[in-house]
């Protein structure tokens, strides 16, 4: 057996309601003068009542940034970063999405050890320390909560991140009764993003790939595919919400450890240019990359395929990756996403330099199973027009 590593969050909470006594359940760990990151949706919807609600009964001073944009670019980190300071605060706490997951995350780090996000962008380039750190996820898709890396946007449109054992938090607590509420579109999306992860985990080329990693991404698409329709169709459904957050959560663990491919890499400049949410943006070109990957991991596909589809099982290998593919399409159909790239403003002029920018994602690229040009790229979104 190859050699390999495994790291994760060190504690993990999963109860309903959690947030309500988020107090007793951080302790000390935090501090008494927290620095609370969100996005202003998520604050105008009351989310955080529960959890301000406990902090402030305990006596913690909390301050709150909820600038956070969806595809965070960087000012959002050196917004934070100044209100960490002015607060002078001993911890960063953060309940939302992906989004204010991983400026949390940047702010913990760079508020701790003084670094500049242009030094740190890459692999294992950061130094530490961090300001301590807990995570909330409000969707069941990213996985953040249990990942060591953080994406922002540079510039324009270009997507940059930040990879280092030193983003994972101390605490990440998964509270079902925070997705309750979550509009259909968005679970939907989120969940999809959370199966690409467990299917890229999976088939990751990255010599990281390793037998803890496979089994949580077949654990986590038994959980999505088994909730994800209940979860989207009837939003009250508690349980449903809790096995998407777990499901979520272990893809997480999963990728964090057999890194994202190619599905990832060329969702990236469908967000940067069209702000096109990531879960979406995945969902796209999805079907067409697990076609394109087909003839070098259509074996595990087969092996997959039953975690997602149980009708699948019992056939033989090649129907059951034919049917994992044209399944995993029809899905995010049926989950009511838009399945074309014109059904969200994307024309075919646009798709050159789509094809251009997606392979400037070598840290992911460099995960395919099957190696990618610029040339497939621009072959795999005209599939997905």
């Not at 790291?7 to 309601?17: D, H, L």
């Amino acid at each position: 057996m190859s050699r390999f590593s495994f790291t994760t969050t060190r504690s993990i909470v999963f109860e309903a309601g959690a947030s309500a006594r988020i107090a007793e359940i951080l302790g000390t760990t935090l501090g008494n003068r927290i620095l609370l990151l969100t996005d202003a949706a998520l604050r105008g919807l009351g989310l955080l009542e529960p959890a301000l609600a406990s902090l402030r009964a305990a006596g913690i001073d909390v301050a709150i940034y909820d600038g956070v944009d969806s595809d965070p670019p960087e000012i959002n980190v050196v917004e934070a970063v100044e209100l960490a300071k002015t607060h002078e605060a001993t911890g960063i706490l953060a309940i939302g999405g992906g989004s204010p997951m991983d400026v949390a995350k940047l702010v913990a780090l760079t508020a701790g050890s003084g670094e500049r996000l242009r030094d740190i962008y890459g692999v294992g380039l950061a130094k530490g320390p961090r300001l301590p750190l807990v995570l909330v996820p409000t969707t069941a898709g990213t996985g953040s909560e249990v990942t060591p890396i953080a994406i922002v946007t540079t510039g324009e449109a270009e997507k940059k991140g930040v990879v280092s054992p030193w983003l994972l938090p101390d605490v990440a607590v998964l509270d079902a009764d925070l997705t309750l509420g979550l509009p259909s579109h968005v679970t939907a999306a989120t969940g999809i993003d959370a199966m690409v992860h467990a299917i890229e985990a999976y088939t990751s080329a990255s010599p990281n790939n390793n037998p803890i990693s496979r089994a949580l991404a077949r654990q986590a698409l038994r959980l999505l595919g088994a909730n994800i329709r209940t979860a989207t169709l009837t939003g009250g459904d508690r349980e449903a919400r809790g096995g998407m957050l777990l499901g979520s959560l272990l893809a997480g663990q999963a990728f964090a450890n057999s890194p994202v491919a190619a599905v990832h890499a060329l969702a990236y400049p469908i967000g940067g240019h069209f702000h096109v949410p990531h879960g979406l943006s995945n969902a796209l070109v999805l079907p067409h990359v697990l076609r394109f990957n087909r003839e070098a991991v259509g074996e595990a596909y087969a092996e997959i395929a039953a975690d997602l589809f149980p009708e699948l099982a019992g056939r033989i290998p090649s129907e059951r990756t034919k049917g994992f593919i044209d399944g995993v399409e029809q899905l995010s159909r049926g989950l009511g996403l838009p399945h074309t790239l014109r059904e969200v403003g994307i024309g075919p002029e646009a798709l050159p330099k789509l094809a251009s920018d997606a392979m400037n994602q070598t840290r992911l690229l460099v995960n395919n199973p099957r190696v990618l040009t610029e040339p497939d790229a621009l072959a795999i979104y005209t599939a997905a027009l």
